[in-house]
């Protein structure tokens, strides 16, 4: 909507929080980076759903060839909404984290895995046991593909590669330059999978325009429920991989052999990597989110978050003690995602009194992105995670950094507020 009205309803709109200065306030969710409320309309296909849910790929029952309906539509429905081609595998994991670990455990060998110190741990981390070449965050999107075609440039042209990148930062929320890349690491004969975690929920992938590998993301951050993601892509290493998880629902036959062990035949479809009873919930609600984002279309949403962004950045650009982070400049295009820090403030200490005093729920800390915040605030930066407040460097500024995001309804009140709360 124009001005305030939200399109794509989301829970939790009536939530009221107390406040530490007495009475209470509707709860501004300003941490869709971290996880997006569920969409309306994925709760009330769920709820529809549940009643007559069964086991997938199991039971002679009705309800169980219904649920097996409705996930195998639910792979085929991700499929349409990345865009994939014919050939490519949806298998649905847990979350963007498992489907990275999992592309990792599938890695051809002797893989040259390309990551930029600027990604995710969860992009940063799976590799264990490949040959990891870690590029330096780079400061602009075209330094990005340099830095690329040089590191692809120097490596043993013959073995298999791989470039793990972004779509969108969840630190700064900037959008990489995921086609040029994909050409690049082609053009070397590399592979590139995206992590679509922060871009999915904001804007159109599409595999075969990106011309990437794989994608991975997570339902919960595309306003449906945890628990649930997604890796699609190219079949031929998945398929050649041994199975991410053993056991039932991956084989196809398992036999007594003469020496006493088994022998097991696994299935060469997504299955492979899907062992154990399908979280079929979880694949009905990232289906349903996928087909109300794309009934909706991206273009409307994008505008609007386009807006909320300007409305954050002109409405403290003259507060000097707040300083945004960015890697490619401050006016880079980005996703509805900012950090800042607050000269003189801990943010985590900041992060709270928006809670508490204007009932803002926003994110404080690293992000699971050590390596970038590092590069971005300098020095030796703390993630309070569990463990209590960092201090404060000498000099007051902090050691980490606020978080603001949202997405699809996110009223403009919102995002006016939390402007408010800060200055
Ligand atoms: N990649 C990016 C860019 C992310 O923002 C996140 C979540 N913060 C992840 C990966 C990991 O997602 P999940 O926690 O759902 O596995």
Not at 234 to 257: I, N
Request: hydrophobic share 45%.
């Amino acid at each position: 909507g124009p001005s305030g009205c939200a399109p794509l309803p989301v829970l939790g709109r009536d939530v009221t929080v107390p406040l530490v200065t007495g009475g209470e306030v509707t709860y501004a969710a300003l941490d869709y980076a971290a996880s997006a409320p569920a969409l309306q309309r994925v709760w009330d296909d769920v709820a529809a759903y549940a009643p007559y849910y069964g086991s997938v790929h199991r039971g002679a029952g009705y309800l169980s060839q219904l649920s097996t309906e409705l996930f195998e539509n639910a792979r085929r429905t991700v499929a349409e909404f990345l865009d994939c081609r014919a050939g490519d595998q949806v298998v649905f994991t847990r979350s963007t984290t498992d489907s990275l670990n999992l592309l990792a455990a599938a890695l051809p060998d002797d893989c040259q895995v390309f990551v930029f110190e600027s990604e995710h741990h969860a992009a940063l981390l799976p590799w264990r046991g490949a040959r990891v070449t870690f590029l330096d965050a780079p400061d602009s999107p075209e330094r990005a593909v340099r830095a690329l075609e040089h590191a692809l440039a120097a490596r043993d042209p013959h073995g298999p590669a791989l470039l793990c990148v972004t779509g969108a930062s969840n630190v700064t929320g900037e959008l990489w330059p995921v086609r040029e890349l994909a050409a690049a690491a082609h053009a070397h004969g590399a592979r590139i999978v995206l992590d679509a975690a922060q871009l999915a929920p904001h804007h159109a992938v599409s595999l075969r325009g990106l011309d990437v590998d794989w994608v991975a993301f997570s339902g919960h951050k595309l306003y449906a429920p945890f628990g649930a993601g997604v890796l699609a892509g190219r079949a031929d290493w998945l398929r050649e991989a041994e199975p991410y998880l053993a056991g039932g629902g991956a084989s196809r036959k398992v036999t007594r052999r003469e020496d006493g062990g088994v022998e097991v035949e696994w299935h060469d479809s997504a299955a492979r990597h899907e062992a154990g009873s399908p979280n079929v919930i979880g694949a009905y609600a990232i289906a349903s989110a996928c087909k109300a984002l794309g009934e909706a279309g991206f273009g409307a949403l994008a505008a609007r978050e386009e807006r909320l962004v300007r409305t954050v950045r002109n409405g403290l650009a003259d507060v000097p003690e707040v300083r945004f982070l960015s890697l490619f400049g401050d006016d880079a295009p980005r996703v509805g995602v900012l950090s800042f820090v607050v000269d003189g403030w801990n943010s985590s200490h900041f992060a709270a009194a928006l809670s508490a005093e204007y009932g803002i729920g926003v994110r404080d800390g690293l992000f699971c992105a050590h390596p970038l915040l590092r590069a971005l605030l300098g020095g030796d930066p703390q993630d309070q995670g569990e463990c209590g407040a960092p201090e404060a460097a000498p000099g007051g500024t902090s050691l980490n950094a606020i978080r603001v995001s949202f997405g699809a309804g996110t009223p403009d009140e919102h995002v006016e507020r939390f402007v408010r709360a800060v200055r």
